[in-house]
């Protein structure tokens, strides 16, 4: 991920990559490839960077289980940030960080680029027009690939990643918070370990990461969402199908297909409205869908006005606390309510 943010920021008008940091030796070597030549200065640590002078702004894109330490130092320092999904593993950390980002003047931003997706961005639009009338119910499926290898197979295991709900689906517990837009007050969810991993051991230990799950979140003024995740799917025409239903509508979005559409209720059938959604401003597409380039033209603005992150600490929190509490669900097969898991400082 950090060189899918070096290549984005290349292609964006106005920015410089001038840095890395990295412990890790070989991909200290792809940061000087993604640089094709142009200057680089390259450190083993990030307090080296921190204290090069050499950068404006800094993005933090190491392991899960990195970010609270690393955040504690850049934190301190003046320069905007930019960190990325999840905040940090646990709420205790990213409390942490909320109450060191309060100290501070300069921007801390959280890297959940999905907002950002395109067909997503306008389904956002469109139910704030009133495409769907009060929003009752969000709906989102993704069935995909397995996890990916990292440096370390660091994502094999849930000490390191915060577990599957929090590592990969605090994206979609942000979308559906932030399409509610009212406090999410319980969960329930169903998963396991049925497929993937299975078969591999690291020192001796088989990985224990979740690779299937239901997740129901109910919200403050009513509305409910549910996740339907399988990371066994890779015979799915779309990796990701959001719907956002309501009193009066529903709109749907596809990935990566990018088909937007949106209907209006009627007797028995309603008309529905299909489109492809690009955006015209997207200079690289990487593997997001153009989605990290847009995040990027945001957090470049902000930085150079002094203005507030599009998505915030507390909004980075709240999605790995939804996620927390899927997991606890998970663990000890009941519904939990969020004020468990948000008051618990240990959590």
Sequence with gaps: ????????????????????????????????????????????????????????????????????????????????????????????????????????????WVGLEYRYMPPVARLVDEVRAGAVGRTRMVAVREHRFPFLPKVGDWNRFNRNTGGTLVEKCCHFFDLMNHIVGAPPVRVMASGAQDVNHLDETYDGEIPDILDDAFVIVDYADGARAGLDLCMFAEGSENMEELAVTGDEGKVEAFLPSCELRVGRRGRFRGEVRTEIVHDPRVAHEGFHHGSSYLEHVDFLAAVRDGGPPAVGVEEGLLAVAVGVAAHRSIDEGRVVAMAEVLGDPSA
């Design 1 to 108: 991920m950090g060189l899918e943010h070096f290549r984005n920021l290349r292609a964006l008008p106005g920015a410089v990559v001038t840095a890395v940091a990295d412990p890790h030796e070989e991909s200290i070597q792809f940061a000087r490839l993604t640089a094709e030549g142009d200057p680089l200065a390259c450190f083993a640590t990030h307090g080296e960077l921190l204290a090069s002078g050499l950068v404006d702004a800094v993005v933090v894109a190491s392991p899960n289980m990195t970010h609270a330490a690393v955040l504690q130092d850049v934190l301190a320092s003046p320069l905007p940030v930019l960190v990325e999904k999840p905040l940090c593993t646990t709420v205790a950390d990213c409390r942490a960080v909320v109450e060191a980002a309060a100290r501070r003047e300069a921007m801390v």
